[in-house]
């Protein structure tokens, strides 16, 4: 770029020249002419320009309570599962993923336009027309990166950000509180113990099933039509209810709160309780391969698979009964009935959860006790 034009200085020369030379001599190598180069503000403290301070701290303040916000919001929001029977404790659960979004958005975008402001404010918009040269391919020489380094310089002394400590000061705290916000990240997951309290009913770890006290009846009950109706009707499946190739949606329904409708709707509308009873047909069960260690959760012909798809949680809530394949709609995933409902076409790779179930003295359906792996996709450290 420096091929043309004046003859480049000497070393000792360049030593020499001060930050204006350079810059002059820098344009006079390239072939530049600047036409004009305004300084933004030539008039100090008007009230424009403090206006345009202010605007630009105020976007740098915003990112840097932004970052913090969502600092405490990753480590101290409820960010636990909370199901929707608690009511305010599931309100503010459900706001911890849009909270971590909004503030760490906001923190970004904060940042963003206050570096935008800064430059269109306050770093002096040149107008220069600059020759064509045919690059000799050789790369920058030493004048030509001590010019530029001069413009660059130069841009940020006319900018006057030496003498804004308001903007300074917004700037490096929204720059340090979203640099803040990136190492809470990984400090964040070993802060919170997604173990903890995972004997609590209401754990991912846990379903409806799970009985409220010890020796407490689960039983297996159906419902048709309106949840609201259905809720007051509990019915619950006897062992000769279902005709052999038959499927059944069934929920909990435990002893203990057969007099409380919240808690038996709550039953019907828990996302993880929905369970698939399936009655095989003689010829069918006799081709039963069982799962290691779960060799008693059916019922003679009975079978109950939990319905949540163990790809990504959708219902799986068709059964061939000719094939006995459990269908679920979203990614076409097909489970064998009769192979411990075992992936065999799409993209589940788990099999489905299987609820153990057994008959009381009255013939009544009930489970054994909860699911003994965490149901659905895959979620932390699951073990199957
Ligand atoms: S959720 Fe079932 S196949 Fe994807």
């Known amino acids: 770029m420096s091929a043309e034009g004046p003859k480049p200085p000497t070393e000792a020369e360049l030593a020499e020249m001060d930050r204006d030379q350079l810059v002059k001599l820098g344009g006079q190598l390239d072939g530049v002419e600047i036409v004009e180069y305004p300084t933004p503000w030539p008039v100090e403290g008007t009230r424009a320009e403090k206006r345009a301070e202010r605007l630009v701290a105020f976007w740098f303040a915003l990112s840097a309570l932004a970052g913090i916000g969502f600092v405490v919001s990753l480590i101290w929001w409820p960010w636990k599962y909370e199901a929707p029977d608690n009511e305010s404790g599931h309100f503010w659960y459900s706001l911890y993923t849009p909270m971590l979004g909004l503030t760490l958005g906001l923190a970004i975008l904060g940042l963003g336009i206050g570096v935008i402001l800064y430059t269109k404010k306050f770093v002096p918009a ?8 045919d690059a000799d391919g050789a790369g920058s020489t030493e004048v030509d990166r001590a010019t530029i380094l001069a413009h660059l310089a130069d841009a940020g002394s006319r900018s006057t950000i030496a003498r804004r400590s308001l903007i300074k000061r917004s700037a490096i705290a929204g720059a340090g509180a979203l640099g803040l916000a990136a190492a809470a990240l990984p400090v964040a997951s070993f802060i919170k113990n997604p ?31 309106s949840i609201e109706e259905d809720v007051k009707e509990v019915r619950r499946v006897k062992a000769e209810d279902l005709d052999a190739g038959a499927m059944v949606t069934v929920f909990p329904y435990r002893d203990s709160e057969a007099h409380d409708e919240e808690k038996l709707n709550a039953a019907l509308t828990r996302v993880d309780n929905p369970v698939m009873l399936i009655r095989l047909r003689p010829t069918d069960a006799a081709k039963v391969v069982k799962r290691a260690g779960q060799e008693d959760f059916n019922f003679g012909d009975y079978y109950a698979y939990t319905k949540i798809c163990s790809h990504v ?14 269908l679920c709609p979203c990614h076409q995933s097909q489970f064998d009935a009769l192979h411990y409902a075992k992936p065999i076409f799409g993209p589940a790779t788990r099999p489905l959860a299987q609820l153990p179930i057994t008959v009381d003295e009255e013939g009544y359906l009930i489970a054994r006790g909860d699911f003994i792996e965490a149901i659905g996709p895959a979620f932390w450290e699951r073990k199957s």
């Open 313 to 326: 949680g959708c219902p799986t809530s068709l059964y061939e009964q000719r094939t006995n394949r459990i």
């Open 126 to 133: 040149e107008v220069a027309v600059q020759q064509r040269t």
């Open 195 to 225: 173990w903890k309290d995972s004997e609590s009913r209401d754990s991912l770890w846990h379903t409806g099933w799970k009985p409220n006290f010890p020796g407490e009846k689960v039983y297996l009950r159906t419902i048709s039509g």
